[in-house]
T-cell receptor
Framework: DGGITQSPKYLFRKEGQNVTLSCEQN?????MYWYRQDPGQGLRLIYY???????QKGDIAEGYSVSREKKESFPLTVTSAQKNPTAFYLC????????????FGPGTRLTVL | RKEVEQDPGPFNVPEGATVAFNCTYS??????FFWYRQDCRKEPKLLMS???SGNEDGRFTAQLNRASQYISLLIRDSKLSDSATYLC????????????FGQGTELSVKP
């Protein structure tokens, strides 16, 4: 089955620790995205990548980093510089030139203790 | 001002009711429009695209008014399974192909 997987589903971390969230897709999509969702709010774009080895900051990139070494994978690192990291993180992907048709993974819920 | 604003919820309606959600967007360069559905603690899923001529998918009708920068979603004969949060989403190609999400309106359909 084609789709997007994110792991882990739930993640707990101590303050001051970096943590990496995984996102993998087998849809052969060129573009991948990371969003953050806080309670009662819409999704906000953290980073996106339209091609391997290239990525762009979204609206709330501070305290986050990404890499895009493979087409299938777009891991997100939440660093200790991110002031309020507790949130629901969603990864998405889309075909090149069909950026308006994004498919979402099941999300990772990160809680900082 | 938020780029995409939706009716504040939640909407609590009985089964069989008709419910309408409203959404406004601020950037006239927005090019595509969508309604997504998000179940509790799950990822958003595309419900339907919204076209200027209006479009219908079963019990769901979406309308777009570009002049007023207004989008709506009408659900007729609501079912218990319609309970979810509905997200209004606009697409702006000139910002790197970006989806911009409203904050969502929660719907709860009661028996």
């Amino acid at each position: 089955d084609g789709g997007i997987t994110q792991s882990p589903k739930y993640l707990f971390r101590k303050e001051g620790q970096n943590v990496t969230l995984s996102c993998e897709q087998n849809l052969n999509h060129d573009a991948m995205y990371w969003y953050r969702q806080d309670p009662g709010q819409g999704l906000r774009l953290i980073y996106y990548s339209q091609i391997v080895n290239d990525f762009q900051k979204g609206d709330i990139a501070e305290g986050y980093s990404v890499s895009r070494e493979k087409k299938e994978s777009f891991p997100l690192t939440v660093t200790s510089a991110q002031k309020n990291p507790t949130a629901f993180y969603l990864c998405a992907s889309s075909d090149r030139d069909r950026y308006n048709e994004q498919f979402f993974g099941p999300g990772t819920r990160l809680t900082v203790l | 001002r938020k780029e995409v604003e939706q009716d504040p919820g939640p909407f609590n309606v009985p089964e069989g009711a008709t419910v309408a959600f409203n959404c406004t967007y601020s950037n006239s360069a927005s090019q595509s429009f969508f309604w997504y559905r998000q179940d509790c603690r799950k990822e958003p899923k595309l419900l339907m695209s919204v076209y200027s001529s209006g479009n219908e998918d079963g019990r769901f009708t979406a309308q777009l008014n570009r002049a007023s920068q207004y989008i709506s979603l009408l659900i007729r004969d609501s079912k218990l399974s319609d309970s979810a949060t509905y997200l209004c989403v606009v697409f702006q190609y000139n910002q790197g192909g970006k989806l911009i999400f409203g904050q969502g309106t929660e719907l709860s359909v009661k028996p």
